[in-house]
T-cell receptor
């Protein structure tokens, strides 16, 4: 299995909703990442988990809450989002050092209404 | 993306070669990468080059690295309509935590005309 699977593919949520994005990989990668990509922009790093511990939080607002329940799963919990949070959320994984590149999922297209 | 610069758009005819350029700023980057993103999709790793190499060839793809000028390029030979996509160069930048993480350039939209 050489894939990163993200669910759901599309999500529409209201500003008062709570939802979660899920990411799964079975490549034995010990580093997992969340990126946010706005239209016509490059992906921007949000969080990095290394061996199931949060190692980088790029000053992301607390309405985004990551969780890494085990080495194969990565979640992003969403609460009280704003319309400007609408974007493509990409999950990726890599070997610990990431020197051979990251494997990305196809993303969750999030729309906040 | 502010540390890695790319031209925004490139249009070529099918069968021609495409050259996508990138300028990066972190001279300590050990590996440099090229990713492809098709509309509505995630990112696909195309190739990467180690910083002690000048060139790497992989089928239709040729990567050139000029470390002195911090310039990276991706040449696609015999460009096909299926190559139409956004191409991102990327490097692993040192973050405040002391850990490196993949940081992307602004992306170049390649349009291949039949």
């Amino acid at each position: 299995d050489t894939e990163v699977t993200q669910t759901p593919k599309h999500l529409v949520m209201g500003m008062t909703n709570k939802k979660s994005l899920k990411c799964e990989q079975h490549m034995g990668h010990r580093a997992m990442y969340w990126y946010k990509q706005k239209a016509k922009k490059p992906p921007e790093l949000m969080f990095v988990y290394s061996y199931e511990k949060l190692s980088i939080n790029e000053s992301v607002p607390s309405r985004f809450s990551p969780e890494c329940p085990n080495s194969s799963l990565l979640n992003l919990h969403l609460h009280a989002l704003q319309p400007e949070d609408s974007a493509l959320y990409l999950c990726a994984s890599s070997q610990e050092t990431g020197v051979y590149g990251y494997t990305f999922g196809s993303g969750t297209r999030l729309t906040v209404v | 993306g502010e540390d890695v610069e790319q031209s925004l758009f490139l249009s070529v005819r099918e069968g021609d070669s495409s050259v996508i350029n990138c300028t990066y700023t972190d001279s300590s980057s050990t590996y440099l990468y090229w990713y492809k993103q098709e509309p509505g999709a995630g990112l696909q790793l195309l190739t990467y080059i180690f910083s002690n190499m000048d060139m790497k060839q992989d089928q239709r793809l040729t990567v050139l690295l000029n470390k002195k000028d911090k310039h990276l390029s991706l040449r696609i030979a015999d460009t096909q309509t299926g190559d139409s996509a956004i191409y991102f160069c990327a490097e692993t930048l040192l973050m405040d935590t002391g850990r490196r993480a993949l940081t992307f350039g602004s992306g170049t939209r390649l349009q291949v005309q039949p």
